[in-house]
């Protein structure tokens, strides 16, 4: 099946990313990474409003309101909250390589915060993935990672999916929601359509929607038999980055993209928000921090 999403903002982000919906005030939260930015887009009126950080955000997710609300994202070396007014408090710092930044990450569906590093000289092998508990302690889950990107989980809460971009294909783990154990580590699907997996969001029957860099395209894909089930092209624009299903029944994938080191004659649509209606399929509220 071949789908085509439409540009619905032309927000011309330099590295748009880590996009998530908020169910809560119906809005879509994403980042602009390196103009240091949250963004939040209201459908409700298209229009987009941001938070300036400071400094590149990887990513962000919801803080739940009866834990602070705001945000919670990931920076260059420290998992941070943002308020709405942009005051940063760090929460807890990173031991990271020179030249490695936060990239991607979600929350899992105990509330815990999933976030994992890039390095900007694009180094193989000297990144991270962490994990913010709710008591604020960082757990090292991962490393020898090379580009942290999509991670989800399926909606029994036993398998994780993730993304090292560079790898060449998306992993499966055991995941244990009691205590955030992730184990038996095996590839689930092989890149065999090209560019590099990217960001991604999963749907209520556990078939993963993965953005391609380099590729132009989103990819829904059934990971339990590696087979594509669509392509949704996003045209105009070379590089995506991330998706996430929005609206009132959670049936509208919003994708973001890359603006940086592109030529506007033959990507017109590098850096703009994208969306698409998507009929028989139900996309799964994000998780927010619950610490």
């Known amino acids: 099946m071949h789908l085509i999403a439409e540009p619905i903002l032309q927000a011309h982000a330099a590295l748009g990313e880590g996009s998530i919906w908020d169910s809560r005030m119906n809005v879509l939260n994403w980042v602009d990474i390196d103009k240091f930015q949250i963004h939040t887009y209201d459908p409700a009126i298209n229009k987009d409003k941001f938070i300036e950080v400071g400094?590149?955000?990887?990513?962000?997710?919801?803080?739940?309101?009866?834990?602070g609300g705001g945000f919670i994202v990931g920076l260059p070396d420290s998992f941070a909250h943002v308020d709405y007014s942009g005051k940063v408090t760090t929460i807890v710092h990173l031991v990271e390589a020179p030249g490695n930044r936060s990239n991607d990450g979600k929350c899992d569906p105990a509330g815990r915060f999933w976030c994992g590093s890039y390095n900007l000289n694009e180094k193989r092998g000297v990144c991270n993935l962490w994990m913010l508990d709710l008591d604020h302690t960082l757990h090292h889950k991962l490393g020898n990672v090379s580009v942290s990107n999509g991670i989800v989980w399926t909606a029994d809460s036993k398998i994780m999916y993730y993304i090292d971009s560079l790898s060449g294909h998306l992993d499966a783990f055991d995941y244990d929601v009691e205590t955030g154990n992730i184990s038996n580590r095996r590839a689930a699907v092989k890149n065999i359509w090209g560019g590099y997996f990217?960001?991604?969001t999963i749907d209520k029957d556990d078939n993963v929607y993965i953005a391609i860099w380099e590729g132009g395209a989103?990819?829904?894909?059934?990971?339990?038999?590696?087979?594509?089930?669509?392509?949704?092209?996003?045209?105009?624009?070379?590089?995506?980055?991330s998706c996430a299903f929005g609206g009132p029944k959670l049936t509208d994938l919003y994708i973001t993209s890359s603006g940086k080191k592109t030529n506007p004659t033959d990507e017109p649509n590098a850096g703009a928000l994208?969306?698409?209606e998507l009929s028989g399929t139900e996309g799964c509220k994000s998780f927010e921090y619950k610490g």
């Open 198 to 200: 990217d960001g991604m």
């Open 218 to 241: 989103v990819l829904k894909i059934d990971p339990r038999s590696a087979h594509l089930m669509a392509k949704i092209e996003v045209p105009g624009v070379k590089n995506v980055t």
């Open 274 to 276: 994208f969306k698409i």
């Open 55 to 67: 400094s590149q955000v990887g990513t962000v997710v919801k803080r739940a309101p009866e834990h």
